[in-house]
């Protein structure tokens, strides 16, 4: 079992910058694929962002050219740098790994992962 914990996250006005990470107990084969998802109140969990064991990855339309996922394998972190953020990015932000097999689009899918952080809250203002 892969212990997950974020942090990072607060309250940024549009336009802002914000880092989140993800602290990854050890990367295994059951980090073989790691992913940022979000939930906004009232709305599903969708996925943000992946990257595979090769660092390659994968955005959602909604973030692409302005949030960046990453692995520094180094530091047993998951990243995502969030760029020009806009009130609908609001939402709570959870890392998730998985052991599996996948495709990239399978892989912006929650029910594609049993590990998960708790969250760390993002609240863009404008």
């Known amino acids: 079992q892969v212990r997950l914990v974020e942090s990072g996250g607060g309250s940024v006005q549009a336009g802002g910058s914000l880092r989140l990470s993800c602290e990854v107990s050890e990367y295994t084969s059951a980090t073989r694929w790691m992913a940022w998802f979000r939930q906004a109140p009232g709305k599903e969990r969708e996925g943000v962002a992946d990257?595979?064991?090769?660092?390659?990855?994968l955005y959602a339309d909604s973030v692409k050219g302005r949030f960046t996922i990453s692995r520094d394998t180094a530091k047993n972190l998951l990243n995502l740098q969030m760029n020009s953020l806009k009130p609908e990015d609001t939402a709570m932000y959870y890392c998730?790994?998985?052991?599996?097999?996948?495709?990239?689009?399978?892989?912006?899918?929650?029910?594609?992962?049993?590990?998960w952080g708790q969250g760390t809250q993002v609240t863009v203002f404008s």
């Open positions: 990257i595979n064991i090769l660092g390659q990855t």
């Open positions: 998730a790994a998985s052991g599996n097999f996948m495709t990239f689009e399978e892989a912006l899918t929650a029910v594609k992962y049993k590990n």
